[in-house]
């Protein structure tokens, strides 16, 4: 059960005392960088997907960056995405020296629509990179045929959607590379943390050099505290790189979280099945949308209702600061890419580029969720939510 609370906050991590013990043994053994923990979460990550390979890094937006990098995505190329996703979607891209293009979304779905991903694609395009909005793994296998057609790289985003599966397949299956992100609001939390897995040999080498510095295949000695076997190999760099290494700190509470991956998918499905129930009567409100054939196998990352049409943003707003008075964690979720101020000064993008991403990002709240909240909260969220759209409905009228 929940701990009682006057405030029910938007998200909170699930940490038992398994990732304390997993985190503590790390500590006392000395090995907090380069060692056994990240080789253990990498290969069960990977398997969790069905993948060869698992390369841990510091951020899903890290893990994007590598990809785009080890595919040799850069400067000229043109690389599709959502305009409805965490802005890492789109700065990854920008991060490389490329340009993302974006294309509007499916109105159920909220994933990026793959009838209109043709007219985006020009000779400069090289990649797509499709997001997995709110866990949600629809049209994965129309987007990834998309980019085998066109021979485009096709790069899954699937940092909100660990444990899932579409048609069969597990989430992070799909394309080139998939990326996933450990944040603390995720399914599974490193704290800060994300992981790139693959089938391609030489993406995930080159991925794992990228991450440390552009050093080759140094072989580090297990014994010696994580100081490297061959000093000469530690300090030549083959590449530009980067410090994206995961430490095994963040490892070790990977592994444990990993441990109870099933249980807490489980638990998820749960608390977002009672939100369904509780709010399914309300005309106002239009549901998170489960694709055919994934109601078993979808992997909730937040729970983010709609507003019916009847409602713009500013209205949708006063309903958030009305959930907040009542100490309801609440948030827009998410605001549309193109029109942060930087990509507007950037690309001048204006509003109405893109009108199906921002009518649904102009009437989005998220409500609670994470493991431990239990269904009287639940409930009292829902029932605040009803007494915060009666007094919409009062003030428009």
């Given amino acids: 059960m929940m701990k009682q609370s ?25 090995r907090l960088s380069i060692g056994p923990k990240q080789e253990e979460f990498e290969q069960r990550l990977a398997a969790v997907c069905g993948r060869r390979h698992g390369v841990a890094v510091s951020s ?12 040799g995505v850069g400067p000229g190329d043109e690389v599709i995405t959502t305009p409805f996703s965490f802005i890492a979607s789109a700065n990854c891209i920008l991060m490389a020296g490329a340009t993302p293009v974006f294309v509007d979304i499916c109105p159920k779905s909220l994933n990026l629509d793959p009838k209109r991903i043709e007219a985006a694609i020009t000779p400069k395009t090289k990649a797509i990179i499709a997001v997995e909005v709110f866990g949600n793994p629809a049209w994965m296998s129309d987007l990834e045929a998309v980019a085998r057609k066109h021979e485009l790289l096709f790069i899954e985003d699937c940092c909100e959607a660990l444990g899932g599966k579409h048609h069969g397949r597990p989430v992070g299956s799909f394309g080139r590379a998939g990326v996933f992100g450990f944040y603390p609001n995720k399914q599974i939390t490193t704290g800060e943390g994300g992981m790139i897995v693959t089938d391609d040999d030489r993406l995930a080498e080159m991925c794992r050099s990228l991450r ?11 014994g010696a ?26 490892a070790a509470l990977g592994v444990a979280q990993l441990d109870r991956l099933d249980a807490m998918l489980e638990r998820r499905r749960e608390v977002a099945g009672w939100y369904m129930h509780c709010l399914m009567d309300l005309p106002e409100v239009v549901l998170p949308n489960v694709p055919a054939g994934c109601e078993e196998h979808m992997s909730w990352f937040v729970f983010v209702i709609r507003l ?21 964690g609440a948030s827009n979720y998410f605001p549309c890419i193109h029109l942060q101020p930087f990509y507007r000064e950037a690309f001048g993008y204006a509003e109405g580029a893109f009108p199906i991403a921002e009518s649904v990002s102009g009437r989005t709240v998220a409500l609670p969720f994470f493991n431990s909240l239990d269904r009287q909260s639940v409930e009292l969220v829902c029932q605040t939510l009803r007494h915060m759209l009666d007094r919409e409905s009062l003030t428009r009228d």
């Fill in 212 to 222: 440390n510095q552009g050093r080759g295949s140094a072989q580090f000695d297990s």
């Fill in 6 to 30: 006057s405030e029910i906050p938007l998200s909170s991590p699930d940490i038992t005392e398994s990732e304390v013990r997993a985190v503590t043994e790390v500590l006392r053994g000395g």
């Fill in 308 to 328: 019916g049409p009847g409602f713009d943003s500013e209205s949708r707003d006063r309903v958030i600061a009305g959930l907040r008075r009542h100490e309801i």
């Fill in 60 to 71: 899903g937006t890290a893990g994007l960056h590598a990809v785009l990098l080890a595919s």
């Fill in 225 to 250: 505290g994580g100081q490297v076997s061959n000093a000469g190999t530690w300090l030549s760099h083959q590449r530009l790189g980067y410090n994206y290494r995961l430490s095994e700190i963040a």
